[in-house]
Structures are given as structure tokens and as C-alpha cells.
């Protein structure tokens, strides 16, 4: 079993940053890839970014790449999502997730297995 908690949403102005932060917890956490995701009102849930506890690899959408940044803390068994030059499309829950998923470019929600329970980011025009 994983539990996840994220923080760190809330209102920024366009162009503006936040990080999220993921904390992780339970056993065996460490084998599976922690992902990002995203749900905007009226919308399906889509992938924003993922990144494997071991070894140094990403993979990010592409409405995303440049702008966000996905990392991790081992010793703090927390990642982070930095949003940088956001937009008001970024607008959305956003949801921390944590699945064995063997290919990172796979990124259905289907494969992930826990899920923390949302964190409100809002971008203003």
C-alpha cells in the first residue's frame, strides 16, 4: 500500500510559478514511477509528467515541456512538480500518482495504482 499527500496549489496571475510537492509513504514505494496528472472541470483526466524513484528518468507532456519540471527527494520520499510561466489552461486538480509502470511514454491513468487526493491550482487572466 502507498498513501500520497500533495500541497502546495493555490491562485497565481498568468506567467507566474508554483511547486507541488507529493509526499509518499507505505512499503515498497520506492519500485514504482510517481506521476503527475491533471483534471480540469468537464474534462478527462490528463497526464502532465512522471518520474521513476530509481534512475533519472522523465517524460512530460507536451503542453508542458519547457515549462514544468518534475523531481524527487529520496530522503524526504517526496516529489515536486514546478510550474513555471503558467497559463490560465494550466487551471486544473492536480493529482499525484504512483504506479509500476514499465514504459514512462505510457501514460494512461489506468496504470497508476494510488492516487493522492488533489491539490486545486488556478491560474488568473
Known amino acids: 500500500q502507498v498513501q500520497l499527500v500533495e500541497s502546495g496549489g493555490g491562485l497565481v496571475q498568468d506567467g507566474g510559478s508554483l511547486r507541488l510537492s507529493c509526499a509518499a509513504s507505505g512499503r515498497t514505494f520506492s519500485m514504482y514511477a510517481m506521476g503527475w496528472f491533471r483534471q480540469a472541470p468537464g474534462k478527462e483526466r490528463e497526464f502532465v509528467a512522471v518520474?521513476?524513484?530509481?534512475?533519472?528518468?522523465?517524460h512530460y507532456a507536451d503542453s508542458v515541456k519547457g515549462r514544468f519540471t518534475i523531481s524527487r527527494d529520496n530522503a524526504k520520499n517526496t516529489i515536486y512538480l514546478q510550474m513555471n510561466s503558467l497559463k490560465p489552461e494550466d487551471t486544473a486538480v492536480y493529482y499525484c500518482?504512483?504506479?509500476?509502470?514499465?514504459?514512462?511514454?505510457?501514460?494512461?491513468?489506468?496504470?497508476?495504482?494510488?492516487w493522492g487526493q488533489g491539490t486545486q491550482v488556478t491560474v488568473s487572466s
Open positions: 500518482a504512483a504506479g509500476l509502470v514499465p514504459v514512462l511514454s505510457s501514460t494512461a491513468p489506468a496504470q497508476y495504482n494510488y
Open positions: 518520474i521513476r524513484w530509481s534512475g533519472r528518468s522523465t
